[in-house]
């Protein structure tokens, strides 16, 4: 699927677009960090080239001082505790408020896939089916559940909730309708709001 380049931005006017809240450190928090890597990983199942097309966004926003390239980008994931290979360095807020605007862009170009998937699920839901007689519906949560399981450590309490195709699906879901709502108008707003719910203080 083909990426529009946004004109090139201002990063300090992008990531000053995104509050920074009241915390009692300067770290993003766990949950916020688990959140924004399940997020990308749902834009990766939806699109194959989607880890490319985030360094490209990356590049177009101005936003190399916090991206700044392949592996920093897998090292900030990294910071997810259930990863395989977590990292201990903390995620800085203006970290996640970079990565955050990624997948608010990355939203807003996949939103009629994303509308088609959820209209799908509702359709095969009031006719009692299940997903998988929705083909691109099913292609999108087997490539959830596979890079899911390949990515996290399977030994961690968060990760263990998820040990059924069933639950990853309804993961796999959730996600879909989150980067829903972040896909609108002041989409990425919403979606760092909803990041830090319960954190602040």
């Not at 985030?54 to 590049?59: D, I, S, W």
């Not at 890079?147 to 069933?166: K, S």
Request: hydrophobic content about 40%; overall charge positive; glycine content about 4%.
């Amino acid at each position: 699927m083909p990426v529009d380049s946004p004109a090139r931005s201002s990063p300090s006017l992008i990531l000053a677009a995104l509050p920074t809240p009241q915390l009692s450190t300067p770290e993003c928090p766990r949950r916020a960090r688990i959140q924004i890597d399940l997020l990308l990983l749902a834009t990766e199942a939806l699109d194959l080239s989607s880890g490319e097309i985030l360094l490209t966004l990356a590049q177009d926003l101005g936003l190399e001082a916090m991206i700044k390239g392949r592996v920093n980008l897998w090292l900030l994931r990294s910071t997810n505790p259930m990863r395989r290979y977590s990292q201990r360095r903390p995620m800085q807020l203006e970290e996640a408020k970079a990565l955050a605007t990624l997948i608010g862009h990355q939203a807003r170009r996949l939103t009629v896939l994303i509308r088609q998937l959820l209209l799908g699920y509702q359709q095969l839901t009031a006719q009692q089916l299940s997903p998988h007689h929705h083909l691109r519906l099913a292609d999108y949560l087997s490539r959830f559940r596979s890079h899911f399981r390949a990515r996290m450590n399977p030994r961690r309490a968060g990760v263990v909730a998820y040990d059924t195709d069933e639950k990853l699906d309804q993961l796999a879901l959730q996600l879909l309708e989150q980067l829903l709502l972040c896909s609108g108008v002041s989409g990425t707003q919403r979606l760092w709001a909803s990041l830090f719910d319960g954190e602040v203080q």
